[in-house]
């Protein structure tokens, strides 16, 4: 699913199905569409899919019509959505905090203005006979690189096992985005997010059942994810703090449909997203998945936890072998938006 989607191909798809997914929602008055839009580059970290579904679902609304917004979406490159903000390519960006904080420290200028997930999806999915951690010892354990391994080695040093190979702890294998090396047999334990698990172990025959899964969220060692970063110079300008604000709220609508229609939802992205497409059991699972964590409904739309993101900060400056961090981050995150939307206390 995180093939780049060209805009057109969405239009059509998005026109095809409108009705169905918003039936009960009435659309942008005429003064709206014929209104004059403001164009805004937003970068996302893969096309549509669970992850990103409540953007497309606020595009093919019109909620950010309403807003006076024309958002293109792009796909991020290996630079990452935060980096293509920081360098010009993309006016917002919807990035996992390690990522972001980590380009932060390397010079992009990029601030955390909005918290999208309030909750990690991050999991470890194992094999039987792993019930309880204790039974890690001596597995090999596939884990992504590049800032995710956090929530993993902090959660290894909080019960005591080694994470270098010996006989008493466990043995690290680095995996791309699919769980290609457990295809392999050779890990015993694999990375993925709980919004794209149902999805990968489908493509093997398999379902969660088939794995115990461990949730960085209840181990209590998660990092923060998808948030919304702007660059820190648009920051100083009050009609540029509006117009993130006006994504938010437009973004906001889509989310709360994903959750108030999730079939609908489902069957929206089976339109849109790349091949393969799962079946409409398996994607319905994935977006139940996505809303458990944005909680749409019951946290105000991009409220950022103190307590998670001082969590998050800790993990990245502390977990072992390498941390991502030398330095707590300074005037990473900024409340001008929220503010401006008034869903501060």
């Not at 659309?27 to 403001?38: E, G, I, V, W, Y």
């Not at 997930?117 to 194992?126: E, H, K, N, P």
């Not at 094999?127 to 309880?132: G, L, T």
């Not at 994810?225 to 300008?237: H, I, P, S």
């Amino acid at each position: 699913m995180e093939a780049p989607i060209r805009r057109t191909r969405l239009k059509r798809a998005a026109s095809a199905v409108l009705l169905l997914i918003l039936a009960a929602v009435p659309l942008p008055s005429a003064t709206a569409q014929d209104a004059k839009l403001t164009s805004i580059v937003v970068a996302l970290p893969e096309g549509p899919s669970p992850r990103t579904i409540g953007y497309y679902l606020a595009e093919a609304g019109g909620w950010f019509a309403r807003e006076g917004l024309d958002p293109e979406f792009i796909v991020a490159d290996a630079r990452g959505p935060a980096r293509m903000v920081a360098e010009g390519d993309a006016d917002l960006a919807i990035d996992i905090m390690p990522h972001a904080l980590r380009a932060r420290a390397e010079g992009a200028d990029v601030v955390h203005v909005a918290q999208i997930f309030q909750q990690s999806g991050l999991v470890l999915a194992c094999r039987h006979p792993i019930k309880e951690p204790r039974d890690l010892k001596g597995m090999n354990v596939s884990l992504w690189s590049g800032g995710q391994e956090g929530p993993f080695y902090a959660w290894m040093a909080r019960i005591g096992l080694g994470i270098y190979g010996e006989a008493d702890g466990v043995t690290i294998l680095r995996e791309g985005l699919d769980p290609d090396v457990y295809r392999q047999r050779s890990s015993d334990c694999f990375t993925s997010h709980s919004y794209a698990l149902s999805a990968q172990l489908a493509l093997q025959d398999r379902t969660i059942f088939d794995y115990r899964i461990f949730f960085y969220e209840e181990i209590g060692t998660a990092t923060l994810e998808d948030g919304l970063y702007a660059r820190a110079l648009d920051l100083k300008y009050t009609d540029r703090i509006r117009r993130i604000a006006r994504f938010l709220t437009a973004s906001r609508a889509g989310w709360g449909s994903a959750a108030r229609e999730a079939r609908k939802a489902a069957e929206f992205l089976a339109e849109i997203a790349a091949p393969p497409v799962p079946d409409l059991a398996t994607l319905l699972r994935a977006i139940w998945s996505a809303n458990d964590l944005v909680q749409v409904d019951r946290i105000p739309f991009g409220r950022l936890d103190p307590a998670a993101y001082d969590r998050t900060v800790t993990i990245l400056l502390t977990a072992a072998p390498e941390p991502l961090l030398k330095t707590a981050p300074r005037g990473a995150v900024s409340d001008a938006v929220l503010k401006t939307l008034g869903t501060l206390d």
